[in-house]
């Protein structure tokens, strides 16, 4: 085996190698025959068992890297360019997303156990990924950072052992963005959606999201097992990197597409069926305004037979709520672009194309939304986001309830009001605070 070629593994068993196709791109060359059937979807649902082919190749692991400015710097870092992938995995192929190594065992390092000087620097560049030791990577274009949660503290695996949390800095004049994030996903573990922990923890000048992998399954014995799994974007078999997550960039990340890849069967985590859970994903973010939500924020989780199921919800903000923030969606629902437009009959009319009668669809949407209210209604929020973020969600949920469009309608930018609803268990008669009589907000918020 040559210096180009790194071999591949998936659940601790050899599949084959990465290496450079005869045209310079990069190929997975499979082992024949190898531990699972041919066309299996064991490692993706377009990079099936035994297809070569090196489009697949990289949107595939090419997803599984960071993207914009920090796929630049991992480029450069290793001294190689951005199309580079087996450079690039050379470096960072041990701890990645799924339960996937790339790389020679050779590069595998010992557990670093850090101190909190170290983790602060580390924080400071957070580029997605950490070279040496194996390495580890994560795809998104956000600051991020992995490490091992063990008794307490901090531990860079270098590949002999899992990433367990996923961490997230800001400065600490933006921590309503990692508040807001937390807020979020707090509302989706109280509805059952998204089963893992998340907190926001201050380190000096910096406020930092710190996020339970869900691909990882600490054991009794203290091993980290690593579960398989694969975003949307790289099942649908998009380019890697630039806009081709967004259905606006490119038709085929559509939500009509993720439908049609989900097996669906029933699971623990979406006991009827998938795309069920789908249609409560979409209805949480359309409430919740996250219009970010692109192809590679739904993932899929795969089992050691090729079976699939819906990965939980995550990377969910109010991001529509932000001042001058556009209300355009990442991909449509029943043809609409825009968040402010949908209703639950778009949503219902949505998820007919999925194959789900209207009034089960419904039945959902109503559901999921009066959860969501009762969630902000319950859950604190910090005081960077307390005035604003409870009331936008639980307004939003209520006019869709409502048979209304999501949208708030105000003459003031939503963030520059005194505040939206009223606070969490302090609701007045009729669940109003502003009134329509004021001018100034042009809404009744709940």
Not at 62 to 83: C, K, N
Not at 128 to 147: D, E, H, I, N, Y
Not at 172 to 177: N, T
Not at 252 to 275: C, H, M, V
């Amino acid at each position: 085996m040559n210096e180009r070629q790194l071999p591949v593994t998936l659940h601790g068993q050899s599949l084959g190698h990465l290496t450079d196709g005869p045209d310079g791109r990069p190929i997975l060359r499979w082992h024949t025959p190898g531990p699972w059937r041919l066309n299996s979807a064991v490692l993706s649902r377009h990079l099936r068992v035994g297809v070569e082919s090196s489009d697949a190749t990289e949107s595939f692991f090419g997803g599984l890297l960071p993207e914009g400015v920090h796929l630049d710097r991992l480029a450069r870092e290793v001294q190689t360019s951005t199309t580079d992938l087996v450079g690039m995995f050379a470096a960072v192929g041990a701890d990645l997303a799924g339960a996937l190594h790339v790389g020679q065992p050779r590069e595998v390092g010992e557990p670093q156990r850090l101190e909190p000087a170290e983790v602060r620097e580390l924080l400071r560049q957070a580029p997605g990924f950490l070279v040496g030791g194996g390495g580890s990577a994560l795809p998104g274009f956000q600051r991020k950072l992995t490490l091992t949660r063990q008794d307490g503290g901090w531990v860079r695996g270098n590949g002999q052992i899992a990433s367990t949390h996923i961490l997230k800095p800001v400065t600490s004049d933006l921590r309503a963005v990692v508040e807001s994030e937390a807020y979020a996903l707090a509302l989706t573990r109280h509805m059952g959606l998204s089963p893992f922990a998340s907190w926001v923890e201050d380190w000096d000048d910096l406020a930092v999201l710190i996020v339970q992998r869900y691909d990882r399954a600490p054991t009794p014995s203290g091993r980290i097992d690593r579960i398989h799994q694969e975003d949307l974007a790289q099942a649908l078999g998009l380019p890697p990197h630039g806009d081709h997550k967004f259905e606006w960039y490119e038709p085929g990340a559509s939500l009509t597409a993720i439908a049609a890849e989900l097996d669906d069967k029933a699971t623990i985590f979406a006991p009827s069926g998938d795309r069920e859970q789908l249609l409560r994903y979409v209805t949480v973010n359309v409430a919740v305004g996250n219009t970010d939500a692109h192809a590679k924020n739904y993932s899929l989780l795969h089992d050691e037979r090729g079976g699939t199921r819906l990965a939980p919800l995550y990377d969910i903000a109010p991001v529509a709520l932000g001042y001058n923030a556009s209300d355009r969606l990442a991909m449509s629902i029943n043809g609409k672009r825009h968040q402010g437009d949908i209703t639950t009959e778009d949503l219902a009319a949505e998820a007919a194309r999925w194959e789900i009668g209207e009034a089960r669809a419904i039945e959902i949407v109503g559901d999921t939304l009066e959860r969501l209210i009762e969630g902000t209604r319950t859950l604190p929020a910090h005081d960077s986001i307390e005035a604003h973020v409870p009331g936008y969600v639980r307004h939003q949920a209520q006019n869709l309830i409502e048979g209304k469009a999501a949208r708030i309608d105000s003459y003031t930018p939503l963030m520059l009001l005194p505040r939206l609803g009223t606070p969490a268990g302090r609701v007045g008669e009729g669940g109003a605070f502003v009134s329509r009589d004021h001018p100034e907000s042009g809404a009744d918020l709940r």
